[in-house]
T-cell receptor
Framework: EPEVTQTPSHQVTQMGQEVILRCVPI?????FYWYRQILGQKVEFLVS????????KSEIFDDQFSVERPDGSNFTLKIRSTKLEDSAMYFC????????????FGPGTRLTVL | AQSVTQPDIHITVSEGASLELRCNYS??????LFWYVQSPGQGLQLLLK??????LVQGIKGFEAEFKRSQSSFNLRKPSVHWSDAAEYFCAVAPGAGANNLFFGTGTRLTVIP
C-alpha cells in the first residue's frame, strides 16, 4: 500500500542553523501539506502546496519557512534559522485530486532545537 | 473560527471493554470530520471520515463514529477494545471538501489494560 515517507525521523540542530525536512508523498497525489505538533499541543497546519506553488499558509509559516518540490517525488520544508520554539514533530501529508480532503500522513520528523 | 475539542486527554480502559472518545467541533456549516490514530513511531492513520449522508460511519479496525449536528459532536466508539488499540487518537475537521487544511484536536491518549 502506498504511503507517505519522511526523513529523518529525528533531527537535532543548534539554534540559528538551517534544517531541511524531507517528505516523499504518495506518487499520484497532487496536494501536499506540512503540519507540526509541539509537544503536548495540537497538530497545526503550516502550509499547503499545489501545482508547484503555495496555495495556503498559516500565521506560523513566516519568512523563516519555505517549501519546495525539487523533483517529481520529494517535498521539502526548510527552516532557515531555527529557534528553540521550532522544536516539534513535523508531519507531511498528501492527497489526490478527488476533491475530497482526505489527507494521508507520514510518520513525522521530530525536530529538536538546542 | 473553526476549532476542535477533545475533552479527554487520557483514557484507560480494560481490554474487551467498550470505548467512546469525545470530539466537539465549532463551525458554522456542516464540516468534514475525521478521526486519525497515531501509534508510537507511526504517522497519522485515517480511521474514518464523515462528509455527508448516514450520520453513523464505519471505519477500520472495528471503529465507528456518529455525527450529531445538534451537539456538534463526532464521537468515536468501539464495542470491544483490543490491546493493540492503545494509541493517540485525533479528531479533525475540514471546513469543506476542497479546503486546504485540517483543524485538529489535542488528541486523546488511550491506554488499554489487560
Amino acid at each position: 500500500e502506498p504511503e507517505v515517507t519522511q526523513t529523518p525521523s529525528h533531527q537535532v540542530t543548534q539554534m540559528g542553523q538551517e534544517v531541511i525536512l524531507r517528505c516523499v508523498p504518495i506518487s499520484n497525489h497532487l496536494y501536499f501539506y506540512w503540519y507540526r505538533q509541539i509537544l503536548g499541543q495540537k497538530v497545526e497546519f503550516l502550509v499547503s502546496f499545489y501545482n508547484n506553488e503555495i496555495s495556503e499558509k498559516s500565521e506560523i509559516f513566516d519568512d523563516q519557512f519555505s517549501v519546495e518540490r525539487p523533483d517529481g517525488s520529494n517535498f521539502t520544508l526548510k527552516i532557515r534559522s531555527t529557534k528553540l520554539e521550532d522544536s516539534a514533530m513535523y508531519f507531511c501529508a498528501s492527497r489526490g485530486d478527488s476533491g475530497v480532503n482526505e489527507q494521508f500522513f507520514g510518520p513525522g520528523t521530530r525536530l529538536t532545537v538546542l | 473560527a473553526q476549532s476542535v475539542t477533545q475533552p479527554d486527554i487520557h483514557i484507560t480502559v480494560s481490554e474487551g471493554a467498550s470505548l467512546e472518545l469525545r470530539c466537539n467541533y465549532s463551525y458554522g456549516a456542516t464540516p468534514y470530520l475525521f478521526w486519525y490514530v497515531q501509534s508510537p513511531g507511526q504517522g497519522l492513520q485515517l480511521l474514518l471520515k464523515y462528509f455527508s449522508g448516514d450520520t453513523l460511519v464505519q471505519g477500520i479496525k472495528g471503529f465507528e463514529a456518529e455525527f450529531k449536528r445538534s451537539q456538534s459532536s463526532f464521537n468515536l466508539r468501539k464495542p470491544s477494545v483490543h490491546w493493540s488499540d492503545a494509541a493517540e487518537y485525533f479528531c479533525a475537521v475540514a471546513p469543506g471538501a476542497g479546503a486546504n487544511n485540517l483543524f485538529f484536536g489535542t488528541g486523546t491518549r488511550l491506554t488499554v489494560i489487560p
